[in-house]
């Protein structure tokens, strides 16, 4: 029972380090607590617009008070009755956009001709428009009577997740803090080599199969507390659990035990403690790559095929799917692609931790 | 059959030949020092004999088992304090002890016995339930000596075990070794010659991977110093006393009313009888000492701590 103690002299290394433990713990919970608050409960805040009224007539007064009644819009007093004015406060960045309505705007309402308006923003702020675009459309042509020729109505299913930001962020944020778990088993091994702390425990009689146990077993008592910490945040934040948290448990373990063989690899490799921050130039692109903060839906496909390949995302969509209400043949591949690397991942990692015991 | 036995036991890095052909014969129950500069290949020599690095060419053997072929039982007969003092920051003394005790196979009980002893005499019980973290480099030194200790090894390999210590510290420890003298057969290096010369019943000079001088203190002491010298205070010496003096001994020195005489062999009372018998008043005389340092330039060129 040689690994046992050098896992129980690890374990404590790591419980006895408030600060490790806090990155390690405290990380995930923080950006938690921030992503759902930027993303959830509360209103959006309405976005500030300028007008630009160069057409001056009672429609197109009538028109931008009809804006102004929108609770998405709030609109920038006054009104610009010069282009040129407005154009000078945006480049000084006193706007961030203006709507222009340009003369000739009710005569062409009267005679049932075609309107234009133009909608001025910064070329490198492009979501505005985006944002604003179908907004005002929508404001248009409610304001000038025109029946639109179709109407898309948004309804979401009748569904029994309260919120659904924490139920999108809380998955993907408990795996990137198993991601921290790569940097924090490469850390342990590295400094343990660097001090000279492994050296000499090569000189008593433990056996490379008790280093590989003694290094990677005392992390499962804390990936599995890291799992009930991300889990009970996460419902303390009002994450609904429709699926079985029993599957949602396994693809965080199996996830988990990905990073610890990652972290070996790693731990292996490098020279010194120190140098496992090159970890991080790993950790954040796959995180982000992995949808870990936002969604990747959207990603293009080179980029999702490599984040497919690597095992977070996997881990990420099946943990929400779980949540969601999936059942486990839903995510059964997900499961296999997990083990498949949690599998290789740990082989290299002991083959390249027994190297660095002989010299 | 020796505790320690190596044969043209070589290291080469590169182009660095740390160790080169070192054959050593360390009887059990010897206290056995490696005394030289920084850098001759101490440090590499015990590395290899605790099977962490693979010699170049030769052979090492701890109490028959070759270091290469059988490396875990050697290491089971071993306990190792490295040159850096390398503890388990955040386990108190007991928890770092018990780690080596029972990666040795000792039992739970056989472990607190032996750490309550080792915690004792190295005065440690007090701090012994502190994190080591907080602790000076004096106790840190001491644990890591412990825990060298607390397997019971029958070899006992001590890499500097002083090193950057308070003199009143390395005191406690020398007097420690000297207590475990003849229990167990001990490899100390260091680069301390009133180390070597207080503990040890064998020295063996290192340089540049090589030993260069083998024997007891006092052996290499007598042999290899070429020249002793006496002192003597005195302030009515005759020309034709110096004269005499002259003729019979190698050198004489005459500075502040101090006579140095240096010669191969000195008889101490020869020289204050032959002065008395001139009339020469002897306010003072001393056979000077020759030290390890002298061996060591005498040997090398250089001084110990260059």
Known sequence: MKFWEIGKRNLKEIYRNPVLLGFLLGMPVAFMLVFIAAAGGGQASP???????????????????????????DLNEPVYSQESQAQKDLDEGKISFYLLIPSGFQAAQQVQQTINLELVYKAADPMIGLQIKPIIEAVGSEFLGVAPPLNVELKGTE????????????????????????????????????????????????????????????????????????????????????????????????????????GMIVGSLVKSESQTGVAWIFIVPMAMISGAWFTVDRMPSAVRSVAEALPFIHAIDASRAVLNGSSFSAITLDIYWLIGWAVVLFAVGIVLFRRTMVS | MNAVQTLKLTKEFDSLVAVDGVNLEIKKGELFSLLGPNGAGKTTTIRMLCCLLKPTNGTASILGHDVVKTPFAVKKLIGVSPQDTILSERLNCWENLALIGKVHGLSSDEVARRSEELLETMGLMERAKDQVRKFSGGMKRRLSIAMALVSDPQVLFLDEPTLGLDPQARRTIWEYIAGLKGEKTILLTTHYMEEADFLSDRIGIIDEGKVVALGTSQELKTNIIEMRSMVVSTDDLTAEVMEDLRNKYSRLEIAKGKLEIYHKDLDFKEIVDYLHSRGVTVYSAALEQPTLEDVFIQITGKKLRD
């Open chain 1, 47 to 73: 976005i500030g617009m300028s007008v630009v009224d160069e057409d001056r007539s009672q429609n197109s007064s009538a028109f931008i008070q009809t804006l102004g009644s929108i609770e998405a819009i």
């Open chain 1, 159 to 262: 569904s029994i997740i309260k919120n659904p930001a924490v139920n999108f962020y809380a998955p993907g944020i408990a795996v990137y803090g198993f991601m921290i778990l790569i940097s924090t088993a490469a850390g342990i091994i590295a400094g343990d080599r660097e001090k000279g702390f492994l050296s000499r425990m090569f000189t008593t009689p433990a056996r490379p199969s008790d280093f590989i146990l003694g290094y990677s077993l005392p992390f499962i008592p804390v990936l599995i507390v890291s799992a009930l910490v991300y889990l009970g945040v996460g419902m303390g934040l009002g994450l609904t659990v429709v699926g079985n948290l029993g599957h949602v448990f396994l693809i965080f373990f199996l996830i988990g035990l990905c990073a610890i063989g990652i």
